[in-house]
Nanobody
Framework: QAQLVESGGGLVQAGDSLRLSCAAS????????MGWFRQAPGKGREFVAA????????YYSQSVKGRFTISRTNAKNAVYLQMNSINPEDTAVYYC???????????????WGQGTQVTVSS
């Protein structure tokens, strides 16, 4: 089992940057693919980004590609989401997720965090 805890959310203005963090415990995150999903008010959960256990492979949704960067530090069992050029459409609860298999837009990871709120004002 793995436990995931997100941090770094908050209220920001359009155009700002924000960095989300996710710390994994309970098992080595180095063996897990990790990713970020988000859910905006009144909408379904949306894939944002994912990274392989080695860090060599990354995936991004088209809506964030070029603005967000996912990275990880296996020594710290952590994954990060650097969010640049944030806009109000990025307002959502952001969830960290992990799985033994590669996290992808079409998969449902086994492990989930509780989520962190990101609110972007215009």
């Amino acid at each position: 089992q793995a436990q995931l805890v997100e941090s770094g959310g908050g209220l920001v203005q359009a155009g700002d940057s924000l960095r989300l963090s996710c710390a994994a415990s309970g098992r080595s995150a180095g063996n897990l693919s990790m990713g970020w999903f988000r859910q905006a008010p009144g909408k379904g959960r949306e894939f944002v980004a994912a990274i392989s256990w080695s860090g060599a492979n990354t995936y991004y949704s088209q809506s964030v590609k070029g603005r967000f960067t996912i990275s990880r530090t296996n020594a710290k069992n952590a994954v990060y989401l650097q969010m640049n050029s944030i806009n109000p459409e990025d307002t959502a609860v952001y969830y960290c997720a992990a799985d033994e298999d590669m996290v992808k837009p079409t998969t449902t990871p086994h492990y989930w965090g509780q989520g962190t709120q990101v609110t972007v004002s215009s």
